[in-house]
């Protein structure tokens, strides 16, 4: 005896994770998976002030996204907001009652990201008004303010307005060996080589290795540090790390648009 056989569509599941209050979790959009739904649970007794944060792990970002706050008991959306730099407050919500809740982000035009590429970002829950993260200026930009065959001069702008606490910037330089000169912003700096490692400097406390300078240029505080060593010739790339904790502990930190050197080959 023979059966005939048949197919069965599996429906698509959506890619779902659970948000833990005040850590970030990764968020991959690809052709197969455009939207990424975590879930979130408000387990007080009192509504509370409630704040999302989102970073790109690609600076500047390739594409907007799109994050939305949903109650998943009815699925009522509660907020929405389009982010298309590589940090942003997302939503800020407040008298959050408690409960379960869903939280989407999905590429603001509703496309998909083409075959192979892939949108990669964070996402950051809590319910304190305090950021986990650093301030960055709106030009978050490290430039190159002289060079030569042995060495360059960079400089990154600071943020316009005091910060509560002070910040600590961290600088890397290491050459670039492929044609491609991309960076994980979204990786933490101490999984890079010690090697790399130039200088880190806390702004407003003295503290800190290697020379690095605060000026105003243009009417904006700016750090300014001198790398030496470098080979005539070579390409190298120039990050800037910021975070908001003295401490090696660090959990949350921004890292500034990378800079490209090509170092002359006769001084």
């Known amino acids: 005896m023979s059966y005939k056989g048949a197919s069965v569509r599996i429906p698509r599941r959506r890619s779902s994770g659970r948000l833990v209050d005040g850590r970030s979790s990764r968020v991959v959009l ?11 649970r408000q387990t007080g007794r009192v509504p509370v002030n409630f704040n999302i944060y989102v970073r790109s792990c690609e600076v500047p970002p390739r594409k907007a996204v799109r994050v939305q706050l949903e109650r998943e008991a009815d699925g009522e959306v509660l907020a ?7 940090f942003q407050k ?3 919500v407040s008298s959050l009652q408690p409960g379960s809740y869903r939280i989407k982000m999905s590429t603001a035009d509703g496309t998909p990201p083409p ?17 986990p ?5 709106a030009d978050a930009r490290v430039r190159l303010a002289a060079e030569n065959c042995r060495s360059v001069t960079v400089a990154w702008p600071l943020p316009t307005e005091g910060t509560p606490v002070p910040q600590s910037y961290c600088v890397y330089v290491e050459p670039v060996v492929t044609s491609s000169a991309e960076l994980n912003a979204c990786s933490r700096p101490r999984r890079r080589r010690k090697s790399v490692k130039v200088s880190c400097h ?4 003295g503290a800190g290795s290697g020379r690095v300078q605060l000026e105003e240029r243009d009417g904006n505080r700016t750090a300014i540090q001198t790398i030496s060593g470098m080979k005539p010739g070579r ?3 120039v990050d800037v790390y910021a975070s908001s904790s003295m401490t090696k502990k660090t959990k949350e930190f921004l890292v500034y648009e990378r800079l490209i050197v090509d170092v002359p080959s006769t001084c």
């Open 30 to 40: 690809k052709t197969s998976r455009p939207e990424k739904s975590l879930k979130y």
């Open 80 to 86: 929405t907001h389009v982010v298309d730099t590589s």
């Open 90 to 92: 997302a939503l800020s």
């Open 115 to 131: 075959g192979g590429r892939r949108h990669r970002w964070t996402v950051l829950a809590t319910t304190d008004d305090r950021s």
């Open 133 to 137: 993260y650093p301030r960055l200026p």
């Open 202 to 205: 806390v702004t407003g406390s």
């Open 235 to 237: 390409r190298y790339a």
